[in-house]
């Protein structure tokens, strides 16, 4: 196993949830983190937690929906850092209204956030990645990239796309030494998760933080060696089988 010591890493979403849990778990393992978010105020207490802490924290408020700003976003990490080892596409939104009732507006909004953001940020890290001949890059899909919940069409649509962005990318940055993956979540405590029920059978959930080992794992496997895809669940989150 390699070590996160000194890397350094940009992460969407940073101010809550699994980007949070990511955030603190990749500073705790010696990398310098980079939060990125819209709610700056929330991202700045985040960082103040790590600074606090030991770790190294910065605080970068960005909405990843607007190229300027991820592109600041980039800048200011090079500025601050000069590299960026891993990339963490976690920053995310969802829509549960049915099919015959979405908005275009909400359509556009979860995928501009959940797959644009995502490729935005992924197109920066590449130009900087290929000069470096090193890098990850770890989108973080959805279990919704498998199983669908009801009246989700734009988040499932942005998790299914994003599994193909993850792809085409893990081909592209093969003979730069780039690896990219995808973490898929099932049911999370986070700030999009909720209870839910499927039949009469509780759904499981599990916190942030165990999805965060998982995160640390792959980003520190041998650099020869990439985790393409990784399907984390609660023990008792009914996928496999029938009731």
Known sequence: METLTGRVAVITGGNSGIG????????????KVVLAARRAEQLKEVADQINTTGGTALAIPTDVT??????????????????????????????REP??????????????TNLTGAFLCAREAFKIMK??????????????????????????????????VTR?????????????????????????????????????RMEAEDLAQVAVLMATLPHEVNMLEALVLPRTMPFLGRG
């Open 20 to 31: 949070k849990a990511i955030a603190k778990a990749y500073a705790a393992a010696g990398a």
């Open 66 to 95: 607007k190229e300027p700003a991820v592109q600041t976003l980039f800048a200011e990490t090079m500025a601050a850092h000069g590299r960026v080892d891993v990339l963490i596409n976690n920053a995310g939104t969802a829509s």
């Open 99 to 112: 099919a015959d009732e979405l908005p275009l507006a909400s359509w556009q909004r979860v995928i501009d």
């Open 131 to 164: 000069r470096q001949k090193l890098g990850r890059i770890i989108n973080i899909g959805s279990v919704s990239a498998r199983v669908p919940r009801p009246n989700t069409i734009a988040y499932a649509a942005a998790k299914f796309g994003l599994e193909g």
């Open 168 to 204: 085409a990318l893990a081909l592209e940055g093969r003979e730069h030494g780039i690896l990219v993956s995808i973490l898929h979540p099932g049911n999370t405590v986070s700030s999009l998760g909720r209870p839910a029920q499927i039949g009469a059978v509780p759904e499981g």
